[in-house]
């Protein structure tokens, strides 16, 4: 069965926030996928994203999460005002150096949006952290 495409490309989203979010790109994070209510990002290899101890700072993961929901809740809605209500981040294990890929999926959709997302180093099936997430839509 063919996967749902998403309310918003992959070029639609990157000039979504290139207009409306500049502070989003500051990341540097690779927008790999965004379907309906899903989407994977990537937070390539940057000695920058790293903390004492060599592991990706939670900070960076943070906001690799938050970004890659938002994608997912854009896909899913089409609505670009949606903004977070909460997110909530459990660190599974440090994130050794090198790229992060974020896959998220929205759980439930409506005027509050609630989804989840694994963080997963290039390369290895472990995760080393996950998120939930509520986000508010704005009413039309």
């Given amino acids: 069965m ?16 290139q207009d409306q979010h500049p502070f989003a790109t500051r990341i540097g994070a690779e927008i790999l996928d965004i379907g309906h209510g899903t989407a994977s990002l990537r937070l390539p290899p940057d000695d920058a994203h790293t903390r004492l101890g060599g592991i990706i700072s939670g900070p960076m993961l943070m906001a690799l999460a938050d970004l890659t929901l938002y994608a997912a809740v854009v ?14 981040i459990n660190f599974i294990r ?7 890929v974020a896959q998220a999926r ?10 989840e997302v694994h963080l ?5 099936g472990q995760p080393v952290a996950h ?3 509520t986000w508010a839509l704005p009413r039309s």
Avoid: H
């Fill in 131 to 133: 998120a939930i997430s």
């Fill in 120 to 124: 997963y180093p290039d390369g290895n």
């Fill in 75 to 88: 896909g899913a809605t089409g609505n670009a005002e949606a903004v977070t209500s909460s997110l909530s």
């Fill in 2 to 17: 063919d996967k749902p495409s998403g309310l918003i490309t992959v070029d639609g989203f990157r000039q979504l926030l």
């Fill in 106 to 115: 929205i759980l439930k959709t409506g005027r509050i949006c609630s989804g």
């Fill in 94 to 100: 440090g994130a050794p150096p090198g790229g992060v």
